[in-house]
């Protein structure tokens, strides 16, 4: 799956010039997808209720190999388009099949090295297309090689369909359990599920602008060689990866809370190198220490989603966070585009540094409005 998130950042410069469309038209591809996204991740609950986690997986798969391939065959821009979309829906079903299932039945542990696999796939994207495009071949190349993969994907899901059982889908009561019993409104009740929620919107963006927008700023407002920007970004992908298998231990032996706040005072710091650059080296290192510190958050936090608002919510809720991530990684991007097409892509560094602090101040926000709830409920009860 990580193989489509890292080739959109290298290719955009190439796509853009065969559609013929401006530097901030990226935000109409991202905002289609976003729409469907929402859609299906804002449902996700109910589906894996309905057709069960197994066989929503395997249409998940199907979904991105055909629009992968779509996008690799594109004619126009508004086929593009179409096609980005489709593929954002196979990839929300699997993305929220997954984090569900790992959230509810597995640890914050193996949730980290999950990420990790996603990580290792968009560390090895951006290298693949950069070489295509040294290479004098077409961006194209790069969607070929993500729409066999999600092909291989399906039959994979396909062979083990039956193996994802979810708690609520193995209770043989005639009553429903109670993950299954709650709803979309009681779910939505929760101050702290609406700050968690703008949470994963914030963090998830700033994930995405850290990987969308550097190779443009390093290539063409600061003169970087294009095949060391490429490798950079890989790299950037790459420190998400090593952090995800490197908090995945850590998380065994640490608490949680202290942990993703030194994370945070080390992505604000990572962001202020890409802004001030004091010179391209620690730059490009600003931006590497950006991923690693922004890796365990979307994991860490997903994974105790069932503990801190119950497992009742937890389908529900986690299928909101997706809804969240997708919304942060369309939204976020999108209007920093905006910005650095109207006053200079410098402005990216800035943007990104703003968007470090918002996530810090929002976790603590998150932390406090989640204890007095708690605190609330156990009087209640």
Same mark, same amino acid.
């Given at each position: 799956?990580? @193989?489509?998130?890292?080739?959109? +950042? ?6 853009? =010039? ?5 530097? !901030? ?11 469907? /996204?929402l859609a299906v991740s804002f449902s996700s609950g109910r589906l894996i209720a309905t057709i069960g986690l197994g066989t929503l997986l395997v249409i998940g798969g199907v979904l991105g190999a055909l629009s992968f ?18 593929? /954002? ?7 929220? +099949? ?16 999950l990420h990790a696999g996603f990580g290792l796939g968009a560390t090895i994207s951006p290298i693949l297309v950069t070489v295509v495009l040294s290479s004098d071949r077409s961006w194209r190349w790069g969607y070929v ?20 059982? =979810? ?5 043989? #009561? ?8 709650? /709803? ?12 968690? @929620? @703008? ?55 640490? !608490? ?22 004091p010179n391209t080296l620690l730059s490009f290192l600003g931006l590497v220490l950006i991923g690693f510190s922004v890796s365990p958050f979307f994991p860490v936090l997903a994974s105790e989603t069932p503990k801190r ?15 969240? %991530? ?16 109207? !006053?200079?892509? #410098? ?11 918002? %996530? ?22």
């Amino acid at each position: 799956m990580g @193989l489509f998130a890292g080739v959109l +950042g290298v290719a955009w410069p190439s796509m853009r =010039l065969d559609f013929g469309v401006s530097l !901030d038209a990226i935000g109409a591809l991202l905002l289609f997808s976003m729409f469907v /996204s929402l859609a299906v991740s804002f449902s996700s609950g109910r589906l894996i209720a309905t057709i069960g986690l197994g066989t929503l997986l395997v249409i998940g798969g199907v979904l991105g190999a055909l629009s992968f391939l779509g996008n690799a065959l594109a004619p126009s821009w508004w086929t593009l388009i179409l096609m980005a979309a489709m593929a /954002s829906a196979g990839v929300s079903i699997i993305n929220t +099949g997954l984090n569900t299932y790992f959230a509810i039945v597995s640890t914050a542990s193996l949730m980290n090295w999950l990420h990790a696999g996603f990580g290792l796939g968009a560390t090895i994207s951006p290298i693949l297309v950069t070489v295509v495009l040294s290479s004098d071949r077409s961006w194209r190349w790069g969607y070929v090689v993500v729409a066999v993969s999600f092909a291989v994907l399906s039959v994979l899901f396909f062979l083990t369909r039956k193996h994802w059982p =979810l708690p609520e889908q193995e209770s043989t #009561e005639t009553e429903a359990s109670p993950a299954q019993r709650a /709803s979309y409104k009681d779910s939505l009740k929760q101050v702290a599920v609406w700050l968690s @929620l @703008l949470l994963f919107f914030t963090f998830t963006g700033l994930e995405n602008t850290a990987s969308q927008w550097p190779y443009v700023l390093f290539t063409d407002a600061r003169a970087v060689d294009p095949v060391i920007a490429g490798l950079w970004v890989s790299i950037y992908w790459a420190s998400m990866t090593v952090g995800r298998l490197f908090f995945g231990v850590v998380v065994r032996y640490v !608490d949680t809370t202290p942990l993703i706040r030194s994370c945070g005072a080390a992505m604000v710091s990572g962001a202020a190198l890409v802004w001030l650059n004091p010179n391209t080296l620690l730059s490009f290192l600003g931006l590497v220490l950006i991923g690693f510190s922004v890796s365990p958050f979307f994991p860490v936090l997903a994974s105790e989603t069932p503990k801190r608002l119950g497992l009742a919510n937890a389908a529900n809720i986690l299928g909101f966070q997706i809804t969240a %991530v997708r919304l942060g990684i369309a939204v976020v991007p999108a209007l920093v585009g905006v910005w650095a097409n109207a !006053d200079g892509l #410098e402005v990216i560094g800035p943007a990104m540094f703003v968007i470090a602090i918002a %996530v810090v101040l929002l976790y603590e926000l998150t932390l406090r409005k989640s204890a007095v709830e708690k605190y609330a409920t156990s009087k209640v009860s």
